[in-house]
């Protein structure tokens, strides 16, 4: 099975970030972390990205606020899928970060969730994984049925409720 990074790029995103954790966790996926700033430790982020496919890396979260070039940064420097999660911020309510991760040049794509939305980001990049390994398909097909399940549910007592 292919791992999957997540790189922040402060521990102040990692209230955010335990979200993607938590998800892989369920999932028993195998994942590294790591904090490394597109500004501040350009050359690690840089040297993480060019590896990451050597290094067995079948996709990348990427979470940061405010500039938020943290995923462009890595997809420059390879071709593993990235996924960005722009953190909500003080200064503009996190719009600042989505706007940076979502307007990336033609050529270096990054998929990019809900600013915050980290559950999101690591079940993406269990997908991508997933369209070759059916072990991860089967489980997130589950997954969505179990969600599902616990709607209707919620629905029936709504309808029981009111419904008469």
Same mark, same amino acid.
Request: charged share 25%; proline share 3%; hydrophobic share 45%.
């Given at each position: ?8 790029g402060?521990?102040?995103? /990692? ?8 998800t /892989?966790?369920?999932?028993g ?9 597109a ?12 590896n ?5 890396f079948?996709?990348?979260i ?8 943290l ?14 999660i ?5 200064? /503009? ?8 991760t979502?307007q ?5 794509p990054?998929?990019?969730v ?8 690591a079940?993406?990049? /269990? ?10 398909a089967q ?5 969505r049925?179990?969600n ?14 009111y419904?008469?």
């Open positions: 099975m292919k791992k999957i990074g997540i790189i922040m402060s521990d102040s995103d /990692l209230g955010v970030v335990e979200g993607a954790i938590d /892989l966790k369920k999932f996926a195998e994942y590294e972390v790591h904090i490394y700033s500004h501040r430790t350009p050359v690690e982020a840089s040297e993480f990205s060019k990451a496919r050597k290094n067995g079948g996709a990348i990427c979470a940061a606020g405010k500039a938020a070039h995923a462009g940064a890595i997809a420059a420097n390879t071709t593993v899928p990235v996924i960005g722009p953190i909500k911020s003080s200064t /503009l309510d996190g719009l600042d970060a989505l706007l940076s979502v990336m040049p033609g050529g270096i990054v998929a990019t809900a600013i915050d939305g980290a559950k999101n980001a079940l993406l990049a /269990l997908e991508i994984l997933a369209v070759s390994d059916e072990k991860i489980k997130l097909d589950d997954d049925a179990e599902s399940k616990a709607v209707l549910e919620k629905n029936r007592a709504v309808e029981e409720k419904n008469k």
